[in-house]
């Protein structure tokens, strides 16, 4: 990261893959495949669901607006899922409301003490996230929304990361310069936020289990 220019007053999370991940789609891969009668070993539905996850995360995908509506959101993920049908009918439409669903997804061991960690600093917390959905309830469901000062939502801003407009909102809603802000997340759509003026952190693709290894934000913060 580059030498810091101005201090930091806040710090942006991605939300999915960052602070929260989807329920083990394996495991509904193969529990829904049984109560159809057909098997599917745990090894060979975690390559189906990589295959599907890392398709999703192509630019191709990432292009066509699916975060921009929860109308779009259903239709292209639904479209990408289709191919699970040849193997389980009906698998598509169970993965899609079981894994999909925002309100589904859980925490990582690590997100409430890495987002206390952050307040202690007297900093601001602010979630930014390509999703179709409203977050808030997400977090509250989990008892973590006293741990955010705003929520910056693609379908409500209509524009998803990369672009700068929702790194920009995101400074805006918490009251601080482009400068003065750490974005957090997972994946190049995130660092956006460097044309937006921001730093940018992005975490290691690999981890341990459900700990996402935030620790080594809070190294970032010195
Ligand atoms: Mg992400």
């Known amino acids: 990261m580059a030498p810091l220019s101005a201090p930091l007053r806040a710090v942006l999370f991605d939300w999915g893959d960052t602070l929260f991940h989807a329920p083990h789609a394996p495991e509904v891969i193969v529990s829904f495949a049984r109560s159809s009668g057909v098997e599917i070993?745990?090894?060979?539905?975690?390559?189906?669901?990589?295959?599907?996850?890392?398709?999703?995360?192509?630019?191709?995908?990432?292009?066509?607006?699916?975060?921009?509506?929860?109308?779009?959101?259903?239709?292209?993920w639904m479209d990408l899922?289709?191919?699970?049908?040849r193997v389980v009918p009906g698998l598509s439409s169970v993965l899609y409301e079981r894994v999909m669903d925002p309100h589904s997804w859980v925490p990582y061991t690590d997100t409430r003490s890495a987002l206390e960690a952050v307040r202690r600093r007297a900093l601001k917390v602010g979630v930014v996230s390509n999703v179709p959905a409203d977050l808030r309830p997400v977090f509250a469901k989990h008892g973590?929304?006293?741990?955010?000062?705003?929520?910056?939502h693609s379908f409500e801003v209509g524009a998803e990361k990369p672009s700068p407009t929702i790194f920009l909102a995101a400074a805006k809603s918490l009251g601080v310069k482009p400068s003065e802000t750490l974005m957090v997340g997972d994946h190049a759509v995130d660092r956006g936020a460097e044309r937006a003026g921001m730093r940018v952190f992005i975490l290691?693709?690999?981890f341990d289990g459900d700990v996402r290894g935030l620790d080594r934000v809070l190294a970032e913060l010195g």
């Open 81 to 85: 899922f289709a191919r699970l049908d």
């Open 41 to 76: 070993s745990e090894a060979r539905a975690r390559e189906m669901w990589d295959e599907i996850w890392t398709a999703g995360k192509t630019p191709e995908e990432i292009a066509k607006g699916r975060d921009l509506s929860i109308e779009a959101h259903r239709r292209v």
């Open 144 to 152: 973590l929304d006293r741990l955010v000062d705003s929520y910056t």
């Open 204 to 206: 290691p693709a690999e």
